[in-house]
C-alpha cells in the first residue's frame, strides 16, 4: 500500500456514525417489537404457528393499513433481506447434524418438498393475481 492510498482513507466522523444509529435503531425496534408480539401472540394462544411468522403478518397488515410507514423500516429490511444466504447457515449446520435422520426419511422429505413447493408457487401466484385485480 503506498502513501496515497493510506492518505485517500477517511476516518467517519462520530456525527455520521450518530446518524446512522439514530436511523437504524428505531427501525430495529420496530422490527423486534412486531417479532416480540408474534412470540407473546404463539406462547398465549399454544399455535403452531412461529411467533416469528405473526410478527410478520402484523408487521405487513400495519404498513398495508398505515400504521406503520415503509419508511420508518425500509433501510433495515433491506439490510436483512440482502444478508438473507447468512440466516440459513444455522440450519444448514442442523441438517448435517442429522443425517441419519435425512436418509431414513429421504422420501418423505422429498415428497414433501416437492408438494409444499407446488402449493407455495400456487398461493403466490393467486395473491399475485388478486393483488393485480386491486390495483
Given at each position: 500500500m503506498?502513501k496515497n492510498?493510506r ?9 455520521d456514525?450518530?446518524?446512522?444509529m439514530k436511523s ?6 420496530i422490527?423486534?417489537l ?10 398465549l394462544?399454544?399455535?403452531t404457528?412461529p411467533?416469528?411468522?405473526i410478527g410478520?403478518?402484523?408487521?405487513t397488515?400495519?404498513?398495508e393499513?398505515k400504521?406503520?410507514?415503509l ?5 433495515t429490511?433491506?439490510f436483512?433481506i440482502?444478508n438473507?444466504?447468512f ?12 443425517l ?5 426419511n429421504?422420501l418423505?422429505i422429498?415428497?414433501a418438498?416437492?408438494l ?9 401466484a393467486?395473491?399475485?393475481q388478486?393483488?393485480?385485480k386491486?390495483?
Amino acid at each position: 500500500m503506498d502513501k496515497n492510498e493510506r492518505n485517500s482513507y477517511k476516518k467517519p466522523k462520530m456525527s455520521d456514525i450518530s446518524t446512522k444509529m439514530k436511523s437504524t435503531l428505531p427501525q430495529i425496534g420496530i422490527l423486534l417489537l412486531f417479532w416480540l408480539i408474534g412470540e407473546i401472540i404463539n406462547y398465549l394462544t399454544n399455535s403452531t404457528i412461529p411467533g416469528s411468522i405473526i410478527g410478520m403478518v402484523l408487521l405487513t397488515i400495519s404498513l398495508e393499513i398505515k400504521l406503520i410507514k415503509l419508511h420508518q423500516v425500509e433501510k433495515t429490511a433491506d439490510f436483512l433481506i440482502r444478508n438473507m444466504a447468512f440466516f440459513f447457515i444455522p440450519p444448514g449446520v442442523g441438517l448435517m447434524v442429522h443425517l441419519e435422520l435425512i436418509a431414513d426419511n429421504w422420501l418423505a422429505i422429498l415428497v414433501a418438498t416437492i408438494l409444499s413447493t407446488i402449493l407455495v408457487l400456487g398461493v403466490t401466484a393467486l395473491t399475485s393475481q388478486i393483488g393485480r385485480k386491486k390495483e
